[in-house]
């Protein structure tokens, strides 16, 4: 829609330009598929105009104004000799990022801690799904895990926070933070039915420092945050925390847990390179 409207994306604005030229692209979009960065300004694309109409006529006709039934019904063919001759390069992405992460975090190991036995590998750079089951799954397999050195992996993409009803007003959170959550639930659960032979954690980090619409750019936490704590207060934390994933309140819980200490805040980053998710364990 944005493409059928837009008198720069969908290859306009190369058109635009004389002679060659190239553009320089930073990715938010899982799988860097070009076309669809900021609805791909330099990318070539057939015309989207019938398709938007169509989508407009089923849905909502009644109530899209005049102007924009206007300029989706006028025909606007493009002429081949207006084709531009542009080079699209992809400069910075959620891959290269934890590319260079990966390697940042073996550089410290190797500078700061040569003693420490650390594996450091990267998972997957195109991963989605739901956030709530993704922490749960993050859980279950770090519990399994039974490396004698520290195991690192590192997941990179965008999840999605579900809403089985609409959201409340005192609903407040984001994709990491509600990972991070269902993490750590699972941790005390797995505390209460069966201890586990591993130490895990996790880190949850939304690159351009916004997680959803709040001032956190994600979460940690880990078995240290169970330490000393009595089968009843087990039990107390996990009512909160199963209380503030159902009423989709995570940023209100890692506000208050630990003195707020387990939440990130780095404040706004003003790029998008979607988020991080670094899973540690190792075999107690």
């Not at 169509?54 to 002429?79: A, H, Y």
């Not at 940042?104 to 450091?120: A, G, M, R, T, V």
């Not at 750079?125 to 770090?142: H, I, K, M, Q």
Request: proline content about 4%.
């Amino acid at each position: 829609m944005r493409i059928a409207l837009s008198r720069l994306k969908g290859g306009k604005l190369a058109r635009l330009v004389k002679g060659k030229s190239i553009s320089l692209i930073i990715s938010d979009i899982v799988g860097d598929p070009v076309e669809f960065i900021a609805s791909g300004p330099t990318i070539p694309q057939e015309s989207s105009k019938e398709k938007a109409l169509g989508i407009l006529k089923k849905r909502c006709w009644s109530v899209v104004p005049e102007n924009v039934k206007e300029v989706l019904s006028k025909n606007s063919e493009i002429k081949e000799e207006n084709i531009p001759d542009v080079q699209n390069v992809i400069v910075l992405s959620n891959k290269i990022l934890v590319e260079l992460l990966v390697k940042k975090i073996k550089e410290i190991q190797q500078e700061q801690f040569p003693e420490l036995q650390l594996k450091c590998e990267i998972t997957s750079t195109n991963f989605e799904g739901d956030a709530t089951e993704t922490g749960r799954r993050f859980a279950e397999e770090s519990f399994k895990e039974s490396s004698p050195i520290w195991l690192v992996k590192i997941f990179a993409g965008e999840t999605t926070v579900n809403f089985e009803s609409p959201p409340s007003e005192s609903s407040k959170g984001g994709r990491n933070q509600e990972l991070a959550l269902a993490f750590f639930d699972s941790l005390i659960d797995h505390q209460l039915k069966l201890p586990s032979s591993s130490f895990s954690g996790i880190t949850c980090i939304g690159t351009d420092g916004q997680d959803g619409p709040t001032d956190a750019a994600g979460a940690y936490c880990s078995d240290d945050d169970l330490i000393g704590l009595s089968e009843q207060e087990l039990k107390t934390l996990k009512k909160r925390t199963s209380s503030d994933l159902n009423s989709k309140t995570s940023y209100n819980f890692w506000n208050s847990f630990n003195s707020g200490k387990n939440h990130i805040k780095f404040g706004k980053t003003g790029h998008n390179l979607m988020d991080i998710y670094a899973v540690f364990s190792i075999k107690k």
